[in-house]
C-alpha cells in the first residue's frame, strides 16, 4: 500500500498488547483486510505477558521467555508503536504516546481501542512507596526472584542471628490470586533453596500472608479458600487475616494488629488500580473508567475501553439479580471482551449496531506450588493433584500461540526432573526497584494538560512540514 492509500483508510489505534489489546488486534487482523484498515498497536513491551504464570517466573519453575509472547510471532500486519500512551484528547481524537526512546508523538485515530491494563494499588503508608515489590511485570517478577535468591545467600553468611531470621523472613500482603499463588510459589523456592544452600536449613524460613479481608480469596467459596489455607499453614505460611501494613522502614515492617515483623521483603499484592491513562475519560468506578455493555466510552464515537481499565457492566451476574454488578479484573473477562470490542470496531465502520458483552465466569484455578493447588472449573471444586492437573491444562490451553504452550511444558519438566539452578542476573537496576519505578505510574502527565501538550506537538509538526 502507498503512503498516500494508507492516509485514507480508517486508522484504528489499540493501547495495551495485553490479554484484552492482543485478543483485539488480532482479531481486527482476521476481519478486516489491509484496505480496509490501518491497525496499529501501542505498547512500550514487545511481548504479550502471560500474567497468571507470573508467581512461576519468580519462582524459577518457568523462565521469562515462556511467559512473553514476542507480538512479531503473533501479529501480521499491526503496525506497532514501541510506547507508552500518556493521554487522550478524545475531541481531537489524538492519543498522546512517548516512545521508548523519550520522544513525543501525537497519533491521531478513527478508532480507539484502551486496553492498558491496570496496575499495583498502593496506599499512603509510610515507606511502603519505598520497600514494596509489586507482582505486575516480568522485570518485578526477574527482580524478585533475584532479591530472594540473593536474601538466602546473605542469610548463610551472615554474622548475627537477628539478621539471619530477618532475612529468611519474608512477608507477602494480598490474599488475592497473585499474593496467595506469589506467596506459595516462593515458599517452595525458599525451602528448596535452604535444603541445598550450606548455612541454611528449611526450618530457618518464614512467609507470613497479611491480608485486610477475613479470609482468603472468597471467590473460592467457603469450602476450597479453607482449604487452600489450611494447604499453606501445613507448609508452615503464617496467616494474618484482618491485617494489614501499617508502616515499612529499612529491614522492618509494622502490622496494623501491632506486630513487627523484622523482615527485607515485603511483596505488595494488595489489589489492584485502573492504569492512569483512563483518569479523566469520563465516569469511573473504583478508577475503573465507565463503558456500556458494548464497551463503548459514553458520547465518544469509535472510543472503546476494556479489561482492567474499564468498569464493563457483568450482564451475567446482574441477569442473576447482582445490580450493577461490574466483571471483575480477570484475564479471562478481558480475552473475551477483547474479541466484542474488535467486531464492535468493525460493525462502527460498517455502520451496523454494536453487540453486547456477555460472559458467565469459568471458574478459577489457583497454583499453591509444587503438587498442590486449588481449582474451582465450572463450578466443580477441586484440591491437590486433580486441582494441579486442571490448573496447569487450563493456563496452557490460554497461552496464545503453540510455541509458547510448548515452551511452558517444557519448562515444567525440566523443573520437575532437574530442579532450581538458584542462578541470580541483578535485573532491572535501570529503574528505582519500587512499584512506580516499574510500573511506570509516575510518568502520566496531567489530564487537563493533555489537550497543550498534543497542541504542542501538532505545531512542532507544522513547523517542520
Ligand atoms: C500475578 C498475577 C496473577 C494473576 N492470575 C490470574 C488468574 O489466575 N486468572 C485470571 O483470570 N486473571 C489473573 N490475573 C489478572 C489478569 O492477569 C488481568 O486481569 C489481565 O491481565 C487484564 O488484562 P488487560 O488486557 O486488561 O491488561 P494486561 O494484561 O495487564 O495488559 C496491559 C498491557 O498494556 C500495556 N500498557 C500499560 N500501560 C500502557 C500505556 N500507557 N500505553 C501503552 N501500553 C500500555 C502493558 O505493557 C500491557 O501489555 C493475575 C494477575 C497477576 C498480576
Redesign the pocket.
Known sequence: MTQAQAARVPRIVV???????LACVRRLERRLGPREARIML????SH??Y??L??QVASGVLGATSVATPLARLLKRTVRVPG???GVDLAARTLYVKKITGEDEALRYDYLVL????VTRTFDIPGLAEHARG??TLKQALSLRDHVIAQLELAASAGTAEEKRRRCSFLVVGGG??GT??CACLLELTKTAARKIPGLHPDMIRWTLADLADKLMPELGDELGTKAQHMLINRGVDFRLGTSVASVSDGEVKLTDGSVLPTETLVWTAGVAA?P?VRGLGESVRGRVVVGADLRLPAWEGVFAL???AAVPDLAKQREGVENAVCP????H?MRQGKVAADNVVAAMQGRPPRDYYHKDLG??VDLGGPRAVAKPLGIPLSGVPAQIATRGYHVMAMPSMRSRLRVTGNWISHGVAGDDLLRVDLGVDRPRTIAGYEYTDIYPDPEHIASIIEGLESDRREQL
Open positions: 493501547v495495551g498488547a495485553g490479554f484484552a489489546g501501542v505498547d512500550p513491551t504479550s505477558l500474567l497468571p507470573l508467581p507508552g500512551a500518556l486496553s492498558p491494563g491496570s507482582m505486575k490470586y497473585a499463588e506469589t492504569s491513562l479489561g482492567d481499565c479484573p480477570t484475564a479471562q478481558a478459577l484455578v
